[in-house]
């Protein structure tokens, strides 16, 4: 499928929202090998906390996990807090950043519910930043795992831009994905979300069996 022009002013990446439906999340629910306990930690260190304290896991994007807290948390000090919220655009294939590269404009424009958020160009390589850190992975491997911690919401990754061909709709190739922090993950511990959601499970199934 063909690349698309995206993330100027013409057509801005669109972020997605943080409210839809994460399906790991439901796929494990009411197994009970999902403990968390408070640990008293709060902020972005509580996403740590909630990360490690899953088992089902995987250890390729538990590693992936840790980078992004270690990431966010370094633009966490040198903002005060303050721009590390609205994530960051990068690069997630290095073979095809090269390819992005004589784009003109000086930034990468994301749009989120009326908002405009620019990033400077060239955007960060994630799979050089994650060398960097001592992790070596593909771009298909690295695209597997941010949807895994997508899908688990540890963090919201922006979807694939759709193209119009033919009167259908069509998912485009992109060299680039937006990466923010779930900021459930942050405010309060997993076990909260995992009660609730388990509360509202019971709740439909007795009123199904009524």
């Not at 655009?89 to 404009?105: P, T, V």
């Not at 190739?173 to 909260?192: A, E, L």
Request: positive net charge; contains cysteine.
């Amino acid at each position: 499928m063909g690349r698309i022009k995206i993330g100027n002013k013409k057509k801005p990446l669109i972020l997605e929202n943080e409210l839809i439906d994460r399906p790991l999340i439901t796929d494990n629910i009411l197994k009970k090998e999902l403990k968390f306990s408070d640990v008293g930690a709060s902020g972005i260190d509580l996403y740590l906390f909630n990360l490690s304290g899953n088992p089902f896991i995987s250890k390729q994007a538990l590693r992936i996990g840790v980078f992004l807290y270690a990431y966010f948390k370094e633009k966490f000090i040198k903002t005060k807090g303050i721009n590390w919220k609205m994530g960051e655009a990068f690069y997630i294939s290095s073979k095809d950043r090269i390819s992005d590269n004589h784009e003109e404009e000086e930034y990468f424009r994301c749009t989120y519910r009326g908002a405009i958020y620019d990033y400077p160009r060239p955007l960060k390589d994630l799979i050089l930043e994650l060398s960097e850190f001592g992790i070596d992975i593909s771009s298909s491997n690295l695209i597997k795992a941010l949807n895994e911690l997508h899908n688990f919401h540890y963090i919201t990754m922006s979807p694939r831009p759709v193209r119009e061909v033919g009167g259908k709709s069509l998912y485009s190739r992109t060299c680039f994905r937006h990466i923010r922090i779930y900021q459930g993950m942050v405010d309060k511990p997993f076990y909260y979300y995992l009660n609730r959601k388990e509360k509202l499970s019971r709740n439909k199934d007795n009123q199904n069996s009524s």
